[in-house]
């Protein structure tokens, strides 16, 4: 995205660097929550520089469906979960629906399962959360991350 090209990490907090550290010092992932406009999607692409691609999860959802249109839907969910790093940004934007549950829950579950590093970036608590995905997602998600709370005033309405 041309938007966040030249996102660097050394841009970021303190207090989030040194929650990345932590990640890699535990082979984990991150969990970042916060507000609309605190910075966690150009952390996320920060993040992503030379590891892998920030995928938005809505068109993620768009995309999956398409794939499974096409009748090759099992391929992209191997892809998607082979991966050593996964950026997932925007979860809870969607639409939420059975479907949406499900697809999120197999993402997780195989990552998990096969201990692979995902940066997840949503605007919802960690309650909220739970709630609209429910506890088998999100106990899998505390337990593969690190969480990053990036609370705080939307940057670009000031």
């Given amino acids: 995205m041309i938007r966040y090209k030249d996102s660097k990490t050394e841009n970021l907090s303190k ?16 969990f970042v929550f916060g507000g609309t406009g605190t910075g966690k999607t150009y952390a996320m692409h920060a993040l992503a520089r030379g590891k892998g691609k920030v995928e938005n999860f809505p068109e993620l959802l768009v995309e999956y469906r398409d794939y499974m249109s096409r009748g090759s839907y099992f391929e992209r969910i191997v892809f998607l979960t082979g991966q050593d790093y996964l950026f997932i940004d925007d979860i809870g934007s969607e639409k939420t629906s059975d479907f949406v549950i499900e697809f999120l829950y197999i993402l997780v579950n195989k990552r998990y399962g096969n201990l692979k590093r ?3 970036a949503t605007n919802l608590s960690l309650d909220d959360f739970r709630d609209r995905y429910g506890d088998r997602v999100i106990s899998r998600i505390v337990e593969m991350c690190v969480m990053v709370d990036m609370s705080g005033e939307d940057r670009r309405l000031s």
Avoid: A, P, Y
């Fill in 118 to 120: 995902t940066v997840f």
């Fill in 15 to 30: 207090g989030l660097r040194d929650s990345i550290q932590l990640s890699i010092d535990e082979n984990k992932g991150l």
